[in-house]
């Protein structure tokens, strides 16, 4: 897209310090002005107990946050953790915090099958990183990071992963008893993003991706 046109946001004010202060060096001891945060979480669970050859338990959890932070997944979105500066305080709520929601979902059971055989499957889903798009600029005191968009304005992509444990159990003398297994981590091989750059610069390229569908063979003797 080309500077100048209709699709262009509008103009962020930055602040730097009074020119008579540049250069200069102090401490400052006070409570930051805004430090609360506040999050609400609504959770569900159901549990199946272990009848008819299987059992279930899952949860689910929503959460509005209304939180401070200088950085998400390491991606700066301010100089402070707390408002310190005027720029802090750009594209925040009134209380200079970053109003964003969250999800997630997780579910394991178990299936006594044939011949012995014990599968636990184990379901999880996480919503993506809300984000905004962030800016580094130059200004007479340094460089700093400025929110461009209020976190929440932008979401990475969920993550859905689905593992899986085979098992069966032989009995040996002495009450000895030998476990075979079969783990098979993020089944269906999923590959999205973890996280993506939030800087303008480099906007959405991507730094961590899901790890491959890996599979691991194990034996467990108790005695």
Do not use: C
């Amino acid at each position: 897209a080309a500077f100048g046109t209709s699709d262009d946001g509008a103009d962020i004010q930055v602040f730097g310090l009074r020119p008579d202060l540049v250069g200069q060096s102090g401490i400052v001891v006070r409570n930051a002005p805004f430090g609360d945060s506040e999050t609400l979480t609504w959770e569900l669970v159901a549990r199946r107990r272990f009848s008819r050859r299987w059992s279930l338990l899952a949860s689910f959890a929503h959460m509005w946050n209304r939180d401070h932070a200088g950085a998400y997944l390491g991606q700066q979105v301010r100089a402070n953790e707390y408002p310190g500066t005027p720029n802090d305080l750009i594209n925040t709520d009134a209380r200079g915090r970053h109003a964003y929601r969250d999800w997630s979902f997780k579910a394991h059971g178990t299936y006594a099958g044939p011949w012995g055989l014990l599968v636990t499957p184990f379901v999880r889903h996480q919503s993506g990183q809300p984000f905004g798009r962030t800016l580094r600029t130059t200004l007479n005191y340094g460089t700093t990071a400025v929110l461009t968009e209020p976190v929440g304005t932008r979401r990475q992509r969920h993550v859905t992963l689905v593992d899986v444990r085979v098992e069966k159990v032989i009995r040996l003398p002495g009450d000895r008893r030998l476990t075979g297994f079969v783990d098979v981590f993020n089944a269906f091989n999923a590959n999205p993003e973890q996280n993506l750059s939030w800087e303008t610069a480099t906007s959405l390229r991507p730094l961590v991706i899901v790890p491959p569908r890996i599979a691991r063979v194990g034996f467990r003797l108790d005695w």
